[in-house]
């Protein structure tokens, strides 16, 4: 359960519960007279107070939790010393409040300790220059979405995207310039594929896209817009001859070997190259991948 927005009703509903069950406590305090006491127990109200709120909750449920055991003592001792019952009310006022402030410590330490796993999680993931998953992210996806679609009879679809002469732009415009350019590939593929499909860089200047779901002839016709929107980018750049060759394995059922999807694209994309380069080959179940 997480803590609720300061002021929130959900939050001020649970701090009136938490309230109320230290009122409870107070009344059974009462109730079985001096011989037993309470005191134990009204940390619990302070400890999920603090757990759930943070440290103003806990704070304002130690004050309550301190002042209704002063309120059972008053009511159930014959002879009240006061300073002696001031003390001891301080005293238990300071433990209820340490132990909840310690309590909201360890969930702050705990939640920023957990949003930190994911963080790491998420870039253990994540190609950093482009944004898009990296083998790892992806083989991991397509473990789970091949498996997925074995059960529900869907087709799936991956296209891995090599770009030709990638090397003259580092060569001939700099690294920085080839950065950039991979940033602004990874884009064009991220707009022209569908939402629910899943690309990424998987290399220096190759991609791979998963589509599920998906004939064949729909994939071939977002590969050839990759094809020709990678050629418009590298038009800006005309000592280098940039282009895009595309390799497309399509499966009606997919294997259970993510390897072998992977190399069926793999080795369409090489006959793409072989063909000439900016093109597409595709493997679809024959022997070897034809031309689109």
Not at 8 to 14: F, I, Q
Not at 271 to 291: D, F, R
């Amino acid at each position: 359960m997480t803590a609720g927005r300061p002021g929130s009703p959900g939050r001020l509903a649970a701090l009136a519960g938490l309230l109320a069950s230290i009122v409870v406590i107070g009344r059974v305090d009462v109730l079985t007279g001096p011989d037993f006491g309470f005191s134990l127990f009204y940390l619990a109200p302070v400890a999920a107070s603090a757990w759930w709120m943070g440290g103003a909750g806990a704070v304002v449920c130690a004050v309550a939790a301190g002042a209704a055991w002063v309120a059972g003592e008053v009511a159930t001792s014959r002879d009240v010393h006061a300073p002696a019952l001031a003390w001891n009310g301080f005293t238990r006022l300071a433990i209820y409040a340490a132990v909840g402030l310690l309590t909201a410590r360890v969930r702050g330490d705990r939640s920023r300790l957990t949003a930190l796993l994911d963080r790491e999680k998420t870039l253990a993931r994540t190609d950093p220059m482009t944004g898009l998953m990296n083998y790892r992210g992806f083989v991991e996806s397509l473990l789970r979405e091949a498996s997925r679609c074995r059960r529900a009879g869907q087709a799936m679809c991956v296209a891995y995207i090599d770009l030709d002469n990638f090397k003259q732009i580092n060569d001939r415009y700099g690294h920085s310039a080839g950065d950039a350019l991979l940033s602004r590939i990874a884009r064009t593929v991220q707009e022209t594929i569908r939402a629910g499909d899943v690309p990424a860089r998987i290399g220096g200047d190759e991609f791979v896209v998963m589509f599920w779901d998906v004939d064949r002839r729909a994939v071939e016709g977002i590969a050839q817009r990759i094809i020709d929107r990678v050629r418009e980018a590298g038009a800006e750049y005309p000592l280098a001859s940039l282009g895009a060759s595309v390799g497309i394995a399509f499966f009606e059922t997919p294997p259970e070997s993510t390897e072998e999807i992977l190399l069926r694209a793999d080795n369409a994309m090489y006959e793409a190259k072989a063909m000439g380069k900016g093109l597409m080959a595709v493997w679809s179940g024959g022997s070897a991948p034809t031309a689109a």
